[in-house]
Every structure is written in C-alpha cells, then in structure tokens.
C-alpha cells in the first residue's frame, strides 16, 4: 500500500491509503488508521476503481484530519 497526505479541503491535511485488491481471492482487505499504533477500521468509504478481471485499485481517507491530532498511522490488514 501506498500512504500519503492529501488536503482535507480545511487548511489540513489527511492520510491516505491506496492499495491494490485481488478479485475473488478470498482475502478481507481492512484499510485501518491510528494514531497511537491501536488500530481502528477506517470509517470512510473505500473508493473502488476496476483495474482487470483481477485486480482493482482502492483508495480511502482518514476520517481524521492531521491537525486535530500530532501523529496519524496507516496500514491495510489482509486476512484470507
């Protein structure tokens, strides 16, 4: 996954998740956010973007602005 900053359209700035989803391969995929490394699922939608018949590209924000907190994290956990 990849992990940046983008603005939050507020004067701030929010992490955010881009990872790529394997079609039909029985895996969870739970984009998840923190900012004391306990993890929570992001509670933001996941923008799906079809790739192939197998792959497709997901991209999700943190519900969190990094101004209203002094450190976030970001991390996808796969499950199958």
Do not use: F, K
């Given at each position: 996954p990849s992990v940046t900053m983008?603005?939050?359209?507020?004067?701030?700035?929010?992490?955010?998740?881009?990872?790529?989803?394997?079609?039909?391969?029985?895996?969870?995929?739970t984009p998840e956010f923190?900012?004391?490394?306990?993890?929570?699922?992001?509670t933001q939608p996941v923008t799906v973007?079809?790739?192939?018949?197998?792959w497709e590209r997901c991209?999700?924000?943190d519900s969190q602005s990094t101004t209203s907190t002094a450190k976030r994290f970001g991390r996808v956990r796969v499950q199958w």
């Open positions: 983008v603005p939050d359209g507020q004067g701030g700035n929010r992490l955010r998740i881009e990872y790529l989803r394997r079609i039909g391969a029985g895996l969870t995929y923190s900012s004391d490394m306990t993890w929570s699922a992001a973007t079809p790739i192939d018949s197998t991209i999700v924000d």
